[in-house]
């Protein structure tokens, strides 16, 4: 797709750790200062989804740039640029070893990179996994400048386990012995949802206790909605009708969201289509614009 009034680059951004971070930047001819920052989802990467490309040709027709970046998580065994003192080394990374703390590095490399560039208003905007890593990092971080938040496909890790991974429990304890055990690095037999494979680290991160990941907990409401719960900027939440992610209907899922939000302003909307939003790109932009275009 061509389109002359969107101005497309590549760009090289670096982790506050020093993890190099594929992206593209979308921006209008006529200069803005907003722009909306685009977070994939588990073992995704940043022109995955057919959305994101259509969201890159329309979005600065609304006057806001958008930037998508391979966060550490892409993929699902990924070799991962990092830059040293000394140079430049390859470490593993992808979605086999993602933790999600580690997301607090990549969002404020880009954030920073992004203020360098100019930009003034900034939106975070994530898929699938992509909104866990949204609310941990609002909520355990500071000054961070975010004026929005947009949330799709918000998915409930708990249900994934619970139906997707066998004997995840003791599973689990396997792990945290493997990781006592200097072996956190090492895949484990076990799959993840999505075929994924997976290291102990990170399978010890999905499922001890106090998870950073259970932030919406659709199938356990008693469970805390973890971060999720103190995000106090506007939020908007679209999610799909027929989304596997979820484990409830829709429409009892945003209740819940709707029940524990602390936000003053918060929006959700339900499209008919499936987790990728195939086939309806043009409703999830089109109300997603709607949204911000009311609080301008």
């Not at 990549?106 to 360098?116: L, M, P, R, T």
């Not at 560039?117 to 971080?141: F, M, V």
């Not at 209907?249 to 524990?260: G, H, P, T």
């Amino acid at each position: 797709m061509k389109n002359n009034k969107v101005k497309i680059s590549t760009h090289k951004i670096f982790s506050t750790d020093g993890i190099e971070l594929d992206s593209l930047l979308f921006e209008p001819v006529a200069p803005t200062d907003r722009i909306i920052i685009h977070i994939h989802g588990k073992e995704g990467h940043f022109v995955q989804n057919r959305f994101v490309l259509d969201m890159g040709y329309t979005y600065p027709l609304s006057g806001y740039s958008f930037l998508t970046f391979n966060n550490r998580g892409h993929d699902y065994i990924a070799d991962l640029i990092k830059k040293t003192a000394q140079g430049y080394t390859s470490i593993l990374g992808g979605s086999a070893y993602d933790i999600i703390e580690h997301c607090i590095f990549d969002i404020d490399g880009v954030i920073n990179y992004i203020k360098e560039l100019g930009y003034k208003e900034i939106i975070l905007q994530g898929h699938s996994l992509g909104p866990h890593k949204i609310c941990y990092y609002l909520d355990t971080t500071k000054n961070h400048d975010i004026s929005k938040v947009v949330l799709i496909s918000t998915s409930d890790i708990l249900y994934h386990l619970n139906t997707e991974v066998d004997h995840w429990e003791q599973v689990s304890v396997l792990a945290k012995q493997m990781i006592d055990e200097g072996k956190g690095k090492e895949i484990m037999a076990i799959r993840l949802w999505s075929n994924c494979p997976v290291s102990a680290d990170t399978f010890w991160n999905y499922t001890r206790p106090d998870s950073n990941t259970h932030c919406f907990n659709f199938t356990q409401p008693h469970v805390e909605f973890r971060h999720f719960e103190n995000i106090t900027l506007p939020i908007l939440t679209v999610v799909a009708e027929t989304d596997f992610g979820t484990g409830v209907k829709q429409d009892k899922a945003m209740k819940m969201l709707q029940e524990r939000t602390s936000s003053d302003d918060f929006s959700s909307k339900i499209i008919n289509t499936h987790h990728n939003f195939t086939g309806k790109t043009d409703e999830l932009i089109t109300k997603i614009t709607d949204w911000l275009r009311e609080r301008e």
